[in-house]
């Protein structure tokens, strides 16, 4: 079983940065494509940003690009998130989430994660 958690949310002003931190444990982590979503109320669960097995190569949705940026940490068992330029509507749950099939590409897509942690909010005041 692989258990996530996340870390690192909270409440900030328009402009300022945070960074999440997801640490896995229950696998061999380095081995496995790992993605961020959000989810802001009302609305569905969104992707953020995705990396691959040995963080090489790094997805992002348009609304993020050139603000944020994933990376890893696979001697940690970590993914992070660093988030710059935060806007309000940057406010939403941000979960991290992993594939179960080795050494695939990521994808933006959340059913194709098997694990997910519980979420950290990030609030972003204007």
């Known amino acids: 079983q692989v258990q996530l958690v996340e870390s690192g949310g909270g409440l900030v002003q328009a402009g300022g940065s945070l960074r999440l931190s997801c640490v896995a444990s229950g696998r061999i982590f380095g081995s496995y494509a790992m993605g961020w979503f959000r989810q802001a109320p009302g609305k569905e669960r969104e992707f953020v940003a995705a990396?691959?097995?040995?963080?090489?190569?790094?997805y992002y949705a348009d609304s993020v690009k050139g603000r944020f940026t994933i990376s890893r940490d696979n001697a940690k068992n970590t993914v992070y998130l660093q988030m710059d330029s935060l806007k309000p509507e940057d406010t939403a749950v941000y979960y991290c989430?992993?594939?179960?099939?080795?050494?695939?590409?990521?994808?933006?897509?959340?059913?194709?994660?098997?694990?997910w942690g519980q979420g950290t909010q990030v609030t972003v005041s204007s």
């Open positions: 989430a992993a594939k179960s099939i080795p050494y695939v590409i990521p994808s933006r897509r959340s059913d194709e994660y098997r694990y």
């Open positions: 990396i691959n097995w040995d963080g090489v190569s790094t």
